[in-house]
């Protein structure tokens, strides 16, 4: 079974940046997605981007677009997301997912994904 461990999140200031990471562990095999969602408090999990395992491609949400850039290291089975000018209302626990199971469903939706995360908080000050 697949673990997936999320770090980086913490307390930043608007304009600033993080780096988040997301390691997996434990009985890997071929996955061909991962992806980050977000979920502010009281509202429902979002897209923030997703990137294809085998051949890079990448997609973002267009709120994070030209911020935010996903990335992967398969050596180290790590997934990235690097973050800049974040702003307040970013303000979420931010979950990284892996699809190992094509199911037919747009990678944008949370149903893709067979595996999460813990989350990791982070937080926006203004």
């Known amino acids: 079974q697949v673990q997936l461990v999320e770090s980086g999140g913490g307390l930043v200031q608007a304009g600033g940046s993080l780096r988040l990471s997301c390691a997996a562990s434990?009985?890997?095999?071929?996955?061909?997605?991962m992806g980050w969602f977000r979920q502010a408090p009281g509202k429902e999990r979002e897209f923030v981007a997703f990137?294809?395992?085998?051949?890079?491609?990448?997609s973002y949400v267009n709120s994070v677009k030209e911020r935010f850039t996903i990335s992967r290291d398969s050596a180290k089975d790590t997934l990235y997301l690097e973050m800049n000018n974040l702003k307040p209302d970013e303000t979420a626990v931010y979950y990284c997912?892996?699809?190992?199971?094509?199911?037919?469903?747009?990678?944008?939706?949370?149903?893709?994904?067979?595996?999460w995360g813990q989350g990791t908080r982070v937080t926006v000050s203004s």
């Open positions: 990137i294809n395992w085998i051949g890079g491609g990448t």
């Open positions: 434990g009985r890997t095999f071929s996955r061909y997605a």
């Open positions: 997912a892996a699809a190992h199971i094509y199911r037919g469903i747009l990678l944008t939706t949370p149903d893709a994904y067979d595996t």
